[in-house]
T-cell receptor, first 114, second 110 residues
Framework: DVKVTQSSRYLVKRTGEKVFLECVQDMDHENMFWYRQDPGLGLRLIYFSYDVKMKEKGDIPEGYSVSREKKERFSLILESASTNQTSMYLC?????????????FGQGTRLTVV | KNEVEQSPQNLTAQEGEFITINCSYS?????LHWLQQHPGGGIVSLFM???GKKKHGRLIATINIQEKHSSLHITASHPRDSAVYIC????????????FGPGTSLSVIP
């Protein structure tokens, strides 16, 4: 059974804290993604990675950074958390191809910044 | 105007009803996905379509590439179908770019 696992389901952090969201996949996928999901806005891509140590900015990278030191792990970092980063964060992974391939999602991390 | 739109935004149905959720998009695509998100957050892929129709159990997904439109149908709906259904398209021009619709929140009442 394929799995994308996010380290926390719920997280509460204070403004200004450094926050790490971890995502691990066991499918040997090259591509990994971090999204945030907000009511009425749908899923928006923050960053993605297509290989170890490689990263690309998505649509809303400001205030975030990522790390991919190992193929199976993709971390999202909030350097200094702010209240407008309160959101649901979803990690996904996908095989590179060829052709269209299915994405697998983690359970999500609901982050509240107070 | 959003590149991927869904209708309706919210839907309440009685158990047993036939349900249709619509998705329209304005970009060229290589594939369209229907996703299901239950309360609690996890997302599950239901279908990936590039043409025609697919069926899985009580779920049917269709796509009309010329009209840039897809529908997700649920037959004999059940309260466990209550979830948010999300349409997502894979851009034809940018292989890794996926654009998500805003989601349709479905509630099936016993």
């Amino acid at each position: 059974d394929v799995k994308v696992t996010q380290s926390s389901r719920y997280l509460v952090k204070r403004t200004g804290e450094k926050v790490f969201l971890e995502c691990v996949q066991d499918m040997d996928h090259e591509n990994m993604f971090w999204y945030r999901q907000d009511p009425g806005l749908g899923l928006r891509l923050i960053y993605f990675s297509y290989d170890v140590k490689m990263k690309e900015k998505g649509d809303i990278p400001e205030g975030y950074s990522v790390s991919r030191e190992k193929k199976e792990r993709f971390s999202l970092i909030l350097e200094s958390a702010s209240t407008n980063q309160t959101s649901m964060y979803l990690c996904a992974s996908r095989d590179r191809g060829p052709g269209n391939t299915e994405a697998f999602f983690g359970q999500g991390t609901r982050l509240t910044v107070v | 105007k959003n590149e991927v739109e869904q209708s309706p935004q919210n839907l309440t149905a009685q158990e047993g009803e036939f349900i249709t959720i619509n998705c329209s998009y304005s970009v060229g695509i290589s594939a369209l996905h229907w996703l299901q998100q239950h309360p609690g957050g996890g997302i599950v892929s239901l279908f990936m379509l590039s043409s025609g129709k697919k069926k899985h159990g009580r779920l049917i997904a269709t796509i009309n590439i010329q009209e840039k439109h897809s529908s997700l149908h649920i037959t004999a709906s059940h309260p466990r179908d209550s979830a948010v259904y999300i349409c997502a398209v894979r851009s034809k021009t940018s292989y890794d770019k996926v654009i998500f619709g805003p989601g349709t929140s479905l509630s099936v009442i016993p």
